[in-house]
């Protein structure tokens, strides 16, 4: 009875110090809210403030949702805060904060001359002629901008830009 007793006591302190340590590991998953630092800090800032413009990044995390592995706290210079949420290649899928549309969609901050000009010539690159129509801010996945050419004979085409300005994707001619 007695090497019975032991054994299922020792089985027992088993069992706790074995669960303890599952709990432990769990609790520094990534995944689970942990600060970011070194060079994924410095990764998941630039990829933020590439998308949001000029602005200082205040915080940032690993985030445990289906597709974002990090969030990102910036204070844009005009005193605005947004939220950046990034996949696990630091590749942006999603803002919010500063201004969002009904929807709660994030449209970013505002269109610079400057910027509106790199997207405009890059659009209108892709499609060979025209005129840059109406040039807005995206926040659906890649897509940072949104750029509409209105072509010579009238009909329309929607160019959606990365934030560096690199041509993700060209629709096809509509006319109005």
Same mark, same amino acid.
């Given at each position: 009875?007695?090497?019975?007793? %032991?054994?299922?006591?020792?089985?027992?302190?088993?069992? &706790?110090?074995?669960?303890?340590?599952? !709990?432990?590991?769990?609790?520094?998953?990534?995944?689970?809210?942990? +600060? /970011?630092?070194?060079?994924?800090?410095?990764?998941?800032?630039?990829?933020?403030?590439?998308?949001?413009?000029?602005?200082?990044?205040?915080?940032?995390?690993?985030?445990?949702?289906?597709?974002? =592995?990090?969030?990102?706290?910036?204070?844009? *210079?005009?005193?605005?805060?947004?939220?950046?949420? %990034?996949? #696990? =290649?630091?590749?942006? &899928?999603?803002?919010?904060?500063?201004?969002?549309?009904? *929807?709660?969609? #994030? =449209?970013?901050?505002?269109?610079?001359?400057?910027?509106?000009?790199?997207?405009? $010539?890059?659009?209108?690159?892709?499609?060979?002629?025209?005129? &840059?129509?109406?040039?807005?801010?995206?926040?659906?996945?890649?897509?940072?901008?949104?750029?509409?050419? &209105?072509?010579?004979?009238?009909? $329309?085409?929607? !160019?959606? /830009? #990365?934030?560096?300005?690199?041509? /993700?994707?060209?629709?096809? +001619?509509?006319?109005?």
């Amino acid at each position: 009875m007695r090497k019975k007793t %032991l054994w299922i006591a020792g089985a027992a302190a088993a069992a &706790v110090a074995l669960g303890g340590a599952a !709990v432990a590991a769990a609790s520094t998953t990534p995944g689970d809210d942990q +600060p /970011l630092s070194g060079t994924a800090l410095q990764q998941a800032g630039d990829a933020a403030i590439a998308r949001t413009g000029p602005g200082t990044v205040v915080g940032a995390e690993t985030e445990n949702e289906a597709n974002s =592995s990090y969030e990102v706290d910036v204070r844009l *210079d005009n005193g605005d805060s947004v939220e950046v949420s %990034l996949n #696990g =290649s630091f590749e942006v &899928v999603g803002v919010e904060g500063q201004g969002q549309d009904d *929807d709660g969609a #994030g =449209s970013g901050p505002p269109l610079s001359a400057a910027d509106r000009d790199k997207a405009g $010539q890059a659009a209108l690159a892709s499609v060979g002629q025209g005129r &840059v129509g109406e040039v807005e801010r995206e926040n659906e996945g890649a897509t940072a901008f949104e750029v509409e050419i &209105v072509r010579d004979d009238g009909s $329309q085409v929607e !160019v959606e /830009l #990365g934030a560096d300005f690199q041509v /993700l994707n060209t629709g096809t +001619p509509e006319s109005d």
